[in-house]
């Protein structure tokens, strides 16, 4: 039997779509609802280890509210092709193994578009799971719960808990399962950021890439950070479209007397770096409205402030 786990926040949204659609199910299924409409749960993984904690059913499905099922056996069909994988995987109904996209045969937003970049006709293997949905056996649950610690938020969760089961063995499979979905996924808050920074932390002994419904991205600290901070200014600033950015990393030991780059003997590399669009050869041509060529100081710990400082001061200057 299948449990069905869902934190609500709006009861209308829930009864429109995912108790009107289970209500037309063939299949007997046990039905969990932890009501978070006043915000009793600071976290989808507080909540959903609630939630899984008093499930009954041998698999247990984490799903978001505002989901429609386009078949009155998707849940006989659901509990099929489970049982048709390896034992114990962990399924969803989108997910990413590399830079192709997402593969999925979902649809959502208003009005209702493919989900995805890839149309799958079978399960799939992949990296992380879209928090749509994803199917977890008791067994596996009872052993890990989603980390509350990392994911303290409402992102991420099921791609830290992708990521862990890998960690272990367990293998991931993405599932064609016709569903849709009211939210387009599209919101990506500071929250988010914040919660990719220590899933990135988490996991990067492991992986050099994660790849999620939502994006590509770097588990180096660095890279992340470079990453995130052009995402966030290119959001506030438009005109420029192509960044050529040159920062090098440079450690501690670099440094001169008082705990800085300039005055010690790789000094002059860090002049460089930032004189490097002033002194650029100009019969290139290649700096106008839509490339910009620039330069910052090293980057090192230590210094972040200064350095991200820097790096939003070039790029909206």
Known sequence: MLSIICVLNNKDILDKYLLNSLEKQTEVYDLVLVDNSNKQF?????????GGALA??????????DVIFKSETFLKDLEKKILELPKDSIIGCAGVKGRDGVMTTISHGNPPRFAGNIKIKKAEKCQTLDEVLIGVSKKVFSRMKFDSTICDGWHLYAVDYCLSAAEIGIPIYVLPLDIFHLSSGSSMDSYYYEILRKVASKHQKKVKTIYTTMGTWPTSKIKLEILLFVIILKKRNEVISIYQIFIEPKGDQFKDNLGRFENSKEGWKQKFLLEIEGKADTDLKLENKYFKLIGLPFYNEKLKKEFEEALENKILS
């Open 42 to 50: 600071a976290s989808a993984s507080e909540a959903l280890n609630y």
């Open 56 to 65: 009954k059913g041998d698999y247990l499905i984490f799903i978001h509210q």
